[in-house]
């Protein structure tokens, strides 16, 4: 994510903007108490506010898609493996140890003996077992993490602690199966997989580091720790996720004292907060890739299309020529103020053995005397007023789906419409809270997509394989952009069954290469992450990696679990309780991407998906 478009500010003007919008101009940068830190003040306890931009899609594991949604029950549950928050290598979680049959089809995990369902009850292999049959026998249920058990043939407990799935074949994700698990007593209760949002009833069960209590839709989510969690509780007596439409407003109270922590800043905001005291921003390699996707006919598995995705976009070369009028060095350097990589494959740089950049032939560089000869060569002229036109005779003009509250895509989309204006081709930018209903239907031409990468990428790059369309045009699948392409799937199937990591990375690569080619996903940059928190409020807290990594969105708990309060007056130097109130601003992810709906994972900000 030339002749400039309206001219921007300068960082330094725009963090003046900043400081002077949010009545924080020079001689007035006093943190003011703020109404949460009162209250909390009253209770006496410490509460870790976070604030996020993104809707709550679900809070049924089964459904829940976008990033906040899943971010909140890697807190609530846990999975059967982890990840270390040093360097992301598999670690135990619900299970303690996991061993696999020569021939890898069958495979048998030690599940913990310590670990309590917040309601007392101990979790056992049955709630795991009954899980995943849940998913692979209820479509419902498979709704966002289908992928993982799609090839599960048979899923047992002979035992309290034994786990044992048998496969159809081998599956390479069998140590990094990120799918909640579930109690059992709970949830065999529910009649109906596709409506129960489990959002009615609190506290809700969990075995994960905090317990939900409380949720109101756009408002708040609140948690508790749970002081029986195996691993030790988390030091703050409340986790409040409280929603904030404007990313400007959360960025003000950060620096009120009144949120403590914000992810997603831009350059301007970053630029601000790094002279004020008591606040440190983090700027660390991120783990999404930010990109545009291109419709590529939206279609069903029973074969049936739907939408109203221009026609134009279904010609590769038309998708060629458009991706080669896309200057990756500027939007890196005037749009992200270089706070980003310049992007190419799919799979992030910090995911070193899975990144993958083409040679020199295939590198679709930015050259747009190329991309005029392409267009030419394939038939859309100009016309006497400089319009390109399409095959029906009509000028090619194209919609792209824009998140209102990402700043990124409004940028991103006036150099758009400037670069491909200057190859005839009209662009609007359509910005909308949420892009989730006309991105399901099909009834777009081009879309801001972003997804973060977990450790182990086949999921996001499962939701490009032709078996997450929906069944029909009503239904919604596990699909980011309905590409169904059967080389790549091809590829797909080889890399889930392959265990040599050397071999498996050079497929996914492949992958990569084949997505490219297709030009149905343009990978424009990948993002930093940039953050930054209150040090006065936050004494200590985990990043991922532990090296030079991320807070916000992390492959586990482990800042949130870890985030250990700063000294209230009272302990420091005597005097009344201040309370602690921590904040984060999920401003926009992926789509996810991203990526992820998910249907379209993580679609309603920039922090769409997982």
């Known amino acids: 994510m030339v002749t400039k478009v309206p001219p921007r500010p300068s960082p330094a003007r725009r963090a003046l903007r900043l400081l002077l919008a ?8 006093a943190v003011v108490p703020g109404t949460a830190q009162a209250e909390d003040a009253k209770s006496g306890g410490t509460t870790l506010t976070v604030a996020v931009s993104q809707s709550i899609d679900s809070l049924s594991p089964f459904l829940a898609q976008k990033l906040t949604s899943t971010s909140i029950h890697r807190l609530a549950y846990e999975y059967l493996t982890n990840y270390d928050p040093k360097d992301a290598h598999t670690i135990p979680g619900l299970a303690t140890s996991w061993t696999s049959s020569p021939d890898k089809l069958t495979w048998t995990y030690t599940i913990r003996k310590d670990s309590t369902w917040s309601d007392g009850q101990q979790a056992t292999a049955e709630d ?16 966002a993490n289908g992928s993982f058990t799609a090839n599960f043939a048979q899923v047992t407990a002979p035992d309290p602690q034994t786990l044992v799935i048998r496969l159809k074949k081998p599956q390479a994700t069998m140590t990094a199966l990120d799918v909640p698990i579930v109690p059992k007593h709970v949830w065999e209760k529910v009649t109906d997989f596709s409506k129960f949002n489990n959002d009615k009833t609190f506290p809700i069960v969990g075995n994960g580091p905090f317990v939900i209590t409380d949720f109101k839709v756009d408002q708040y989510i609140k948690l508790k720790p749970n002081k029986k969690f195996w691993r030790g509780a988390p030091k703050f007596d409340e986790l409040v996720f409280k929603y904030y439409k404007d990313g400007d407003a959360a960025v003000a109270a ?23 005291k008591d606040i440190k921003v983090n700027d660390a390699p991120g783990r999404r890739f930010y990109a545009l996707a291109t419709n590529p006919g939206a279609k069903a598995q029973d074969g049936k299309t739907f939408g109203n995705g221009n026609k134009a976009l279904l010609d590769p070369e038309v998708r060629k020529a458009l991706f080669l009028a896309v200057d990756r060095t500027t939007l890196v350097d005037k749009v992200f103020q270089g706070h980003a990589v310049e992007g190419e ?4 740089p910090r995911f070193g053995s899975y990144f993958w950049k083409p040679e020199t032939a295939q590198k679709r560089a930015y050259d747009p005397a190329q991309a005029e000869k392409v267009l030419d060569t394939a038939g859309y002229r100009k016309n006497a007023a400089g319009k390109r036109l399409g095959k029906d005779g009509r000028p090619l003009e194209f919609r792209i789906l824009c998140h209102a509250t990402d700043p990124n895509d409004k940028a991103v989309g006036k150099y758009l419409q400037e670069w491909w204006g200057k190859l005839g081709i009209g662009l609007k930018v359509e910005c909308l809270d949420s892009v989730s209903d006309p991105w399901v239907k099909g009834d777009y ?19 490009h394989t032709c078996g997450t369309l929906p069944a029909t045009p009503k239904d919604s699948g596990a699909t980011d952009n309905f590409i169904c392409d059967k080389q790549f799937d091809g590829l797909y199937a080889q890399q889930s069954v392959e ?26 940059a990948y993002p930093n992450a940039l953050e930054a928190y209150r040090t006065d409020q936050i004494k200590s807290i985990t990043t991922m990696p532990e090296a030079a990594g991320n807070l ?21 130097d005597g005097g009344s309780s201040t309370g602690v109130v921590i904040g984060i601003v999920a401003a926009v992810i992926v789509v996810v991407g991203v990526g992820v709906v998910l249907g379209m994972r993580r679609r309603s900000t920039a922090d769409d998906r997982e």
Do not use: C, H
Not at 345 to 348: D, H, L, M, R, S
Not at 554 to 560: L, M, T, V
């Open 22 to 29: 949010t009545g924080l101009a020079a001689g007035s940068l």
């Open 128 to 143: 795991a077992a009954w899980t995943f049959n849940k998913m692979m026998t209820d479509p419902n249920a498979a709704t």
């Open 254 to 276: 950060l620096q009120k004292g009144e949120v403590s922590f914000v992810p997603n800043l831009t350059p301007a905001q970053a630029a601000a907060l790094k002279t004020q």
């Open 345 to 348: 494959g799919y799979i992030p």
């Open 445 to 463: 031409d081009l879309a801001f997509d972003g997804w973060s990468v977990n450790p182990d990428p086949d999921y996001v790059l499962s939701i």
């Open 499 to 524: 265990y040599d990591a050397a071999k498996r990375a050079d497929l996914v690569k492949r992958m990569q290469s084949r997505l490219y080619d297709t030009g149905y996903m343009n990978v424009m």
């Open 552 to 572: 916000w969105g992390q492959d586990g708990y482990w800042s949130w679990w870890s985030a250990t309060p700063a000294a209230r007056a009272e302990d420091s």
